[in-house]
């Protein structure tokens, strides 16, 4: 029977044990049983939480098992995950104790099979496509003759090489290689770090901003396109607002990249012929230009030339148009001729008839009565001269300051100073205001003073 309180029972040597030792020892014999282990399965409920781990379980017909990839090894994978992908997980299998679950932790994960892979990239192309990154309306038309192109290649291969060849072929151009891994762990990340770092650059800057970028690959097979097949790699080319010619693998070779550039073309090589047109053949067109510029030239001349030949047969002779007006100069020459004769004898006899009146007597009776004129001019000038009174006595008042002629006794009052002009000088005196008996009255009680009233 039990009992109540646990006590040792003698001959029993199994000591109790925690909860957590248990836990840690069926840690180390699933560790050490299952080490290294490949597990084929469905994947579910996938999600990436902020510290960058991965979570998602694996699951057949039969059984489902936990599974986490660590923040390293999320970044590695070939792919991004998603629901409904059948994957082969490669890692070690070992136990949570805060939840008493066993996991795996993931270190590899790889499609299972080639079925998978394109299932995982019809699924992701319909994703993108719904977003509308895919769409006509948003290809940007590429630039007739780019002065800076980049290009988003690896540096050590023959695509940069068969790029730079034909470029140099057509029509030479600066261009700028950002190099990148173009197929393996990291790629897609380093190409689309290069479609931005291109975007990013200013215009005007030390390091000329292209015109347009080409992201170039060599062929091969799907799994060595894959990393243009990478979500990040697709909105990255669809972010880029400097147009974009995707040139991946050979002609055959499809990859979302191709959807998602401004313009796809068959090969690296093609890419640089559509980049740029044929300098040859722009030199013969321009040239072209200028003669077919100068025939029209020359051929407007020639009709010109030819109205003014049929205008010259129609206009009628010079002599034609100039006949009368040589006519009218004759006549009016002739009448200016006879204007003049009589002219000249009109003036004569007014000439004749002036110095026959031009007698010396008459001269000298228009003489006397001028002289008599300007006497009797200078007598009343000497009559009415101001200054003539004053040899008589008289004297005039002007008004002080100002010089005003004061002609009143108002006036004289009004001004208070004024000024006496006699003959030989000036005296200053002022106006008394006093009149009448009062005045008499104060005169014979002060002493004599000049008074002009």
């Not at 008589?392 to 004061?406: H, T």
């Amino acid at each position: 029977m039990g009992r109540l309180v646990a006590e040792p029972v003698p001959g029993d040597n199994a000591a109790p044990m925690a909860v957590g030792e248990l836990a840690l020892k069926l840690k180390r014999v699933v560790e050490s049983e299952f080490g290294h282990v490949r597990l084929r399965g469905e994947i579910s409920g996938y999600k990436r939480v902020a510290s960058g781990h991965a979570y998602l379980s694996l699951k057949d017909d039969s059984a489902v098992i936990d599974g986490v990839i660590w923040k390293g090894q999320v970044n590695l994978l070939p792919f991004q995950p998603q629901d409904g992908i059948e994957v082969i997980a490669t890692g070690k299998v070992t136990t949570y104790p805060g939840r008493s679950k066993y996991q795996i932790v993931i270190e590899r994960m790889e499609l299972a099979g080639e079925g998978q892979l394109m299932a995982l990239l019809e699924k992701l192309k319909a994703k993108l496509a719904g977003e509308g990154l895919f769409a006509p309306e948003r290809k940007k038309p590429l630039p007739f003759m780019p002065r800076v192109i980049g290009v988003v290649t690896s540096p050590t291969g023959a695509v940069i090489r068969d790029i730079l060849h034909r470029l140099e072929d057509r029509c030479p151009t600066h261009v700028l290689v950002w190099p990148v891994k173009v197929q393996g762990d990291g790629a897609a990340n380093e190409v689309a770090a290069a479609l931005r770092g291109f975007d990013a650059l200013t215009p005007g800057g030390a390091i000329p901003r292209p015109d347009l970028v080409i992201v170039a690959r060599g062929g091969g097979s799907i799994e060595d396109l894959w990393a243009f097949n990478e979500e990040v790699v697709v909105r990255a080319i669809a972010a880029c607002s400097i147009p974009v010619i995707s040139a991946v693998g050979h002609e055959t070779d499809t990859t979302l990249a191709d959807y998602a550039a401004d313009r796809r073309a068959p090969t690296p090589t093609a890419a640089a012929e559509i980049a740029v047109p044929v300098l040859a053949d722009l030199r013969l067109t321009i040239a072209g230009y200028g003669q077919r510029t100068e025939r029209c030239a020359r051929r407007y001349h020639e009709r010109g030339r030819e109205r003014l030949d049929a205008l010259v047969r129609v206009m009628p002779k010079r002599d034609a148009l100039l006949a009368p007006q040589r006519q009218r100069a004759d006549d009016a020459a002739a009448r200016l001729d006879r204007g003049l004769e009589r002219r000249v004898t009109v003036a004569r006899g007014q000439l004749d008839r002036s110095v026959g009146a031009l007698r010396p007597a008459l001269l000298e009776q228009r003489l006397a009565r001028a002289r008599d004129r300007l006497q009797g001019v200078e007598r009343l000038l000497v009559s009415v001269h101001p200054e003539r009174p004053l040899q008589r006595g008289y004297a005039w008042v002007s008004a002080r300051p100002g010089g005003a002629v004061v002609g009143s006794a108002a006036a004289a009052k009004a001004a208070g100073a004024v000024t006496l002009h006699f003959r030989d000088g000036q005296v200053d005196a002022k106006v008394e205001r006093a009149a009448g008996p009062a005045y008499e009255k104060l005169k014979g009680d002060r002493p004599e003073q000049p008074s002009l009233l």
